[in-house]
T-cell receptor, first 114, second 114 residues
Framework: AQTVTQSQPEMSVQEAETVTLSCTYDTSESDYYLFWYKQPPSRQMILVIR??????QNATENRFSVNFQKAAKSFSLKISDSQLGDAAMYFCAYRNSGNTPLVFGKGTRLSVIA | DTGVSQNPRHKITKRGQNVTFRCDPISEHNRLYWYRQTLGQGPEFLTY????????KSRLLSDRFSAERPKGSFSTLEIQRTEQGDSAMYLCASSFPGPGQPQHFGDGTRLSIL
């Protein structure tokens, strides 16, 4: 079974600085998708960024980018120019290319310090 | 697009009672998912539908749990004879078909068992 590991339960970053959240996963598949979701306190989970395993180019969405290392099964999220609104739980998630459900990590709580 | 809607937002009930939650997905989405999230954990998959067909159920979904999606629109999740361990946030998500399609989440229903 696939597993997703987020080794940092909590992280903090100064406003306007850069922070990197770690994620590793375990799979024997070669084709799959990886996601980062953000869950603000008492608010709904929203998609931050998505990576397709067959694409070598790292995905980027404005201030959010990933470092996808397929051989190492690593999928870290970099947040540049951190803002107060970035404070949230961040979940890394994995999905096979078949009709399988998302598998989530335990999350990393990010605090942004003004 | 009004997003995924879940009702109620909070449910408090006594152990042994039955509860039912409702999810209204984004209207164009034919995939609908239920997840359970406990404190300090990422969401765990329970079941999903494509249109009205329930295609997969997790082993987490004991025989006290039942989910329906009549007519392929809204879905209900019922828990019979609730137990303390059922206390959690129940999340609903919807998407277009395809493994790379992002899932859009509702605000969740928080269940507390007294």
């Amino acid at each position: 079974a696939q597993t997703v590991t987020q080794s940092q339960p909590e992280m903090s970053v100064q406003e306007a600085e850069t922070v990197t959240l770690s994620c590793t996963y375990d799979t024997s598949e070669s084709d799959y998708y990886l996601f980062w979701y953000k869950q603000p306190p008492s608010r709904q989970m929203i998609l931050v960024i998505r990576q397709e395993a067959y694409k070598q180019q790292n995905a980027t969405e404005n201030r959010f980018s990933v470092n996808f290392q397929k051989a190492a099964k690593s999928f870290s999220l970099k947040i540049s120019d951190s803002q107060l609104g970035d404070a949230a739980m961040y979940f890394c998630a994995y999905r096979n290319s078949g009709n399988t459900p998302l598998v989530f990590g335990k999350g990393t709580r990010l605090s942004v310090i003004a | 697009d009004t997003g995924v809607s879940q009702n109620p937002r909070h449910k408090i009930t006594k152990r042994g009672q039955n509860v039912t939650f409702r999810c209204d997905p984004i209207s164009e989405h034919n995939r609908l998912y239920w997840y359970r999230q406990t404190l300090g954990q990422g969401p765990e998959f329970l079941t999903y539908f494509q249109n009205e067909a329930q295609l997969e159920k997790s082993r987490l979904l004991s025989d006290r749990f039942s989910a329906e999606r009549p007519k392929g629109s809204f879905s209900t999740l019922e828990i019979q004879r609730t137990e303390q361990g059922d206390s959690a946030m129940y999340l609903c998500a919807s998407s277009f078909p395809g493994p790379g399609q992002p899932q859009h989440f509702g605000d969740g229903t928080r269940l507390s068992i007294l």
